[in-house]
Protein backbone atom coordinates (compact mmCIF):
# COMPACT_ATOMS: atom_id res chain seq x y z
CA UNK A 1 0.00 0.00 0.00
CA UNK A 2 1.94 2.80 -1.61
CA UNK A 3 -0.11 6.11 -0.07
CA UNK A 4 1.12 9.11 -1.72
CA UNK A 5 4.89 8.71 -3.33
CA UNK A 6 6.94 11.89 -4.41
CA UNK A 7 9.50 11.75 -6.98
CA UNK A 8 12.88 12.74 -6.88
CA UNK A 9 13.63 12.39 -3.39
CA UNK A 10 16.46 14.66 -3.79
CA UNK A 11 17.65 17.29 -6.60
CA UNK A 12 20.12 19.65 -6.99
CA UNK A 13 19.17 22.34 -9.55
CA UNK A 14 21.16 25.26 -11.42
CA UNK A 15 19.92 29.05 -11.03
CA UNK A 16 16.99 28.86 -14.15
CA UNK A 17 16.75 25.74 -14.55
CA UNK A 18 13.00 24.33 -14.49
CA UNK A 19 12.03 21.01 -13.24
CA UNK A 20 8.75 19.04 -11.71
CA UNK A 21 8.24 17.51 -8.66
CA UNK A 22 5.89 14.68 -8.52
CA UNK A 23 3.34 13.27 -6.29
CA UNK A 24 0.74 10.53 -7.24
CA UNK A 25 -1.58 8.95 -4.57
CA UNK A 26 -3.36 5.74 -4.62
CA UNK A 27 -5.84 6.32 -2.08
CA UNK A 28 -8.52 7.65 -4.13
CA UNK A 29 -8.72 11.12 -2.20
CA UNK A 30 -9.99 13.93 -4.14
CA UNK A 31 -7.70 17.07 -2.47
CA UNK A 32 -4.78 17.27 -2.82
CA UNK A 33 -1.51 19.74 -1.39
CA UNK A 34 1.78 20.78 -1.75
CA UNK A 35 3.78 22.38 0.97
CA UNK A 36 7.06 22.96 1.48
CA UNK A 37 9.48 23.61 5.06
CA UNK A 38 12.19 25.92 5.39
CA UNK A 39 14.38 25.19 8.48
CA UNK A 40 13.14 26.33 11.44
CA UNK A 41 9.71 27.11 9.41
CA UNK A 42 6.65 25.53 10.30
CA UNK A 43 4.98 24.18 6.40
CA UNK A 44 3.34 26.82 4.11
CA UNK A 45 0.91 25.45 1.62
CA UNK A 46 1.85 26.52 -2.17
CA UNK A 47 -0.87 25.32 -4.43
CA UNK A 48 -4.14 22.67 -3.65
CA UNK A 49 -6.53 20.84 -5.81
CA UNK A 50 -10.16 19.73 -4.77
CA UNK A 51 -10.23 17.42 -7.77
CA UNK A 52 -9.01 16.85 -10.93
CA UNK A 53 -9.11 19.95 -13.34
CA UNK A 54 -9.31 22.08 -10.25
CA UNK A 55 -6.24 24.13 -8.66
CA UNK A 56 -6.25 27.00 -6.61
CA UNK A 57 -3.15 28.95 -5.34
CA UNK A 58 -1.71 28.82 -1.52
CA UNK A 59 0.22 31.01 0.81
CA UNK A 60 3.34 31.04 -1.37
CA UNK A 61 2.53 30.11 -5.10
CA UNK A 62 4.95 32.54 -6.62
CA UNK A 63 7.30 30.66 -9.01
CA UNK A 64 5.36 27.79 -9.32
CA UNK A 65 2.92 25.95 -11.21
CA UNK A 66 0.34 23.12 -10.88
CA UNK A 67 -1.78 20.93 -12.80
CA UNK A 68 -4.57 17.71 -11.42
CA UNK A 69 -5.65 15.92 -14.82
CA UNK A 70 -5.95 13.25 -12.72
CA UNK A 71 -7.21 12.12 -9.31
CA UNK A 72 -3.76 10.45 -8.62
CA UNK A 73 -1.58 12.29 -9.79
CA UNK A 74 -0.28 16.35 -8.83
CA UNK A 75 2.80 17.47 -10.22
CA UNK A 76 4.43 20.57 -9.20
CA UNK A 77 6.20 22.84 -11.40
CA UNK A 78 9.08 24.65 -11.04
CA UNK A 79 9.74 27.17 -13.72
CA UNK A 80 13.24 29.59 -13.66
CA UNK A 81 14.68 28.20 -10.27
CA UNK A 82 16.48 30.52 -7.76
CA UNK A 83 17.73 29.85 -4.29
CA UNK A 84 14.93 30.98 -2.36
CA UNK A 85 13.28 27.56 -3.82
CA UNK A 86 15.90 25.31 -1.43
CA UNK A 87 13.49 23.55 0.38
CA UNK A 88 12.10 20.34 1.27
CA UNK A 89 8.80 19.65 -0.88
CA UNK A 90 5.84 17.53 0.85
CA UNK A 91 2.64 16.72 -1.02
CA UNK A 92 -0.67 15.91 1.15
CA UNK A 93 -3.86 14.55 0.23
CA UNK A 94 -7.34 14.54 2.49
CA UNK A 95 -10.68 12.44 2.49
CA UNK A 96 -12.50 15.68 2.28
CA UNK A 97 -13.64 15.93 5.67
CA UNK A 98 -12.79 19.34 6.50
CA UNK A 99 -11.05 18.24 9.38
CA UNK A 100 -7.41 18.84 8.52
CA UNK A 101 -6.24 15.33 8.42
CA UNK A 102 -3.51 15.44 5.63
CA UNK A 103 -1.91 11.84 4.50
CA UNK A 104 2.05 13.32 3.40
CA UNK A 105 4.62 11.92 1.34
CA UNK A 106 7.81 11.17 2.45
CA UNK A 107 9.21 14.88 1.04
CA UNK A 108 11.87 16.09 -1.87
CA UNK A 109 14.62 17.89 -0.76
CA UNK A 110 15.52 20.52 -3.38
CA UNK A 111 18.45 22.71 -3.37
CA UNK A 112 19.29 25.46 -5.87
CA UNK A 113 22.56 26.33 -6.51
CA UNK B 1 1.47 37.39 9.95
CA UNK B 2 1.19 34.40 11.54
CA UNK B 3 -1.29 32.64 12.41
CA UNK B 4 -0.59 30.11 14.50
CA UNK B 5 2.54 30.37 17.16
CA UNK B 6 4.42 27.83 18.91
CA UNK B 7 6.52 29.95 21.31
CA UNK B 8 8.83 26.78 22.56
CA UNK B 9 11.26 25.86 19.58
CA UNK B 10 12.69 23.04 21.45
CA UNK B 11 11.72 21.12 24.94
CA UNK B 12 13.56 18.29 26.89
CA UNK B 13 11.99 16.26 29.17
CA UNK B 14 12.75 12.81 30.94
CA UNK B 15 11.34 9.56 30.00
CA UNK B 16 8.07 8.89 32.02
CA UNK B 17 7.30 12.56 32.87
CA UNK B 18 4.63 14.73 31.17
CA UNK B 19 5.87 16.62 27.78
CA UNK B 20 3.15 19.65 27.58
CA UNK B 21 3.71 21.76 23.96
CA UNK B 22 1.40 24.98 23.23
CA UNK B 23 0.24 27.14 20.76
CA UNK B 24 -1.36 30.29 20.00
CA UNK B 25 -3.20 31.01 17.26
CA UNK B 26 -5.15 34.20 15.99
CA UNK B 27 -8.56 33.83 14.19
CA UNK B 28 -11.30 32.55 16.60
CA UNK B 29 -13.11 31.58 13.58
CA UNK B 30 -11.09 28.08 13.21
CA UNK B 31 -12.76 24.71 13.67
CA UNK B 32 -10.49 22.14 14.09
CA UNK B 33 -6.84 22.41 15.82
CA UNK B 34 -4.53 19.44 15.38
CA UNK B 35 -0.72 18.45 16.08
CA UNK B 36 0.92 16.88 13.58
CA UNK B 37 4.26 14.84 14.72
CA UNK B 38 7.26 14.67 12.30
CA UNK B 39 10.46 12.54 12.12
CA UNK B 40 13.62 13.54 10.23
CA UNK B 41 13.54 12.73 6.78
CA UNK B 42 10.00 11.59 7.19
CA UNK B 43 6.61 13.66 6.28
CA UNK B 44 4.57 14.70 8.89
CA UNK B 45 1.56 12.12 9.91
CA UNK B 46 -1.50 13.68 11.87
CA UNK B 47 -1.52 13.08 16.15
CA UNK B 48 -4.33 14.07 17.30
CA UNK B 49 -7.49 16.35 17.06
CA UNK B 50 -9.95 18.50 18.78
CA UNK B 51 -12.56 20.33 16.99
CA UNK B 52 -13.84 24.10 18.45
CA UNK B 53 -17.37 22.41 20.37
CA UNK B 54 -14.97 20.75 22.52
CA UNK B 55 -12.31 21.41 25.24
CA UNK B 56 -10.87 18.20 25.54
CA UNK B 57 -9.66 15.51 23.63
CA UNK B 58 -8.07 12.13 24.36
CA UNK B 59 -6.17 9.54 22.33
CA UNK B 60 -3.70 6.82 24.59
CA UNK B 61 -1.06 8.61 25.94
CA UNK B 62 -1.68 11.59 24.09
CA UNK B 63 -4.80 14.59 25.07
CA UNK B 64 -4.96 17.78 23.73
CA UNK B 65 -6.89 20.78 25.27
CA UNK B 66 -8.43 23.63 24.13
CA UNK B 67 -9.27 27.10 25.11
CA UNK B 68 -11.02 29.16 22.95
CA UNK B 69 -11.19 32.18 24.91
CA UNK B 70 -7.49 32.32 25.14
CA UNK B 71 -7.18 31.30 21.87
CA UNK B 72 -4.56 28.83 22.95
CA UNK B 73 -4.09 24.65 22.50
CA UNK B 74 -1.63 22.47 24.22
CA UNK B 75 -0.59 18.87 23.83
CA UNK B 76 0.29 16.63 26.78
CA UNK B 77 2.23 13.51 26.40
CA UNK B 78 1.74 11.14 29.81
CA UNK B 79 4.22 9.19 30.11
CA UNK B 80 6.98 10.81 27.67
CA UNK B 81 8.78 7.76 25.75
CA UNK B 82 12.34 7.88 23.77
CA UNK B 83 10.38 7.06 20.65
CA UNK B 84 8.31 10.88 21.22
CA UNK B 85 11.21 12.22 20.42
CA UNK B 86 10.40 14.45 17.03
CA UNK B 87 9.16 17.99 15.69
CA UNK B 88 5.65 18.55 16.94
CA UNK B 89 3.57 20.92 15.12
CA UNK B 90 0.26 22.70 15.84
CA UNK B 91 -1.85 23.15 12.72
CA UNK B 92 -5.75 24.50 12.13
CA UNK B 93 -7.84 23.55 9.33
CA UNK B 94 -9.33 26.71 7.49
CA UNK B 95 -11.70 25.16 4.54
CA UNK B 96 -11.48 22.38 1.98
CA UNK B 97 -8.92 20.74 4.82
CA UNK B 98 -6.52 23.85 4.04
CA UNK B 99 -3.89 23.28 7.05
CA UNK B 100 -2.04 26.42 8.28
CA UNK B 101 1.12 25.09 10.55
CA UNK B 102 2.95 26.80 13.54
CA UNK B 103 7.09 26.62 13.17
CA UNK B 104 7.07 23.75 15.06
CA UNK B 105 8.69 22.46 18.70
CA UNK B 106 11.30 19.82 18.50
CA UNK B 107 10.72 17.81 21.55
CA UNK B 108 13.54 15.20 23.15
CA UNK B 109 12.46 12.73 25.45
CA UNK B 110 15.89 11.97 27.27
CA UNK B 111 15.93 8.29 29.09
Known amino acids: NAGVTQTPKFRILKIGQSMTLQCTQD?????MYWYRQDPGMGLKLIYY???????DKGEVPNGYNVSRSTTEDFPLRLELAAPSQTSVYFC????????????FGEGSRLTVL | DQQVKQNSPSLSVQEGRISILNCDYT??????FLWYKKYPAEGPTFLIS?????DKNEDGRFTVFLNKSAKHLSLHIVPSQPGDSAVYFC??????????FGPGTSLSVIP
Open chain 2, 50 to 54: ISSIK
Open chain 1, 27 to 31: MNHNY
Open chain 1, 49 to 55: SVGAGIT
Open chain 1, 92 to 103: ATSVAQNTGELF
Open chain 2, 27 to 32: NSMFDY
Open chain 2, 91 to 100: AVETSYDKVI
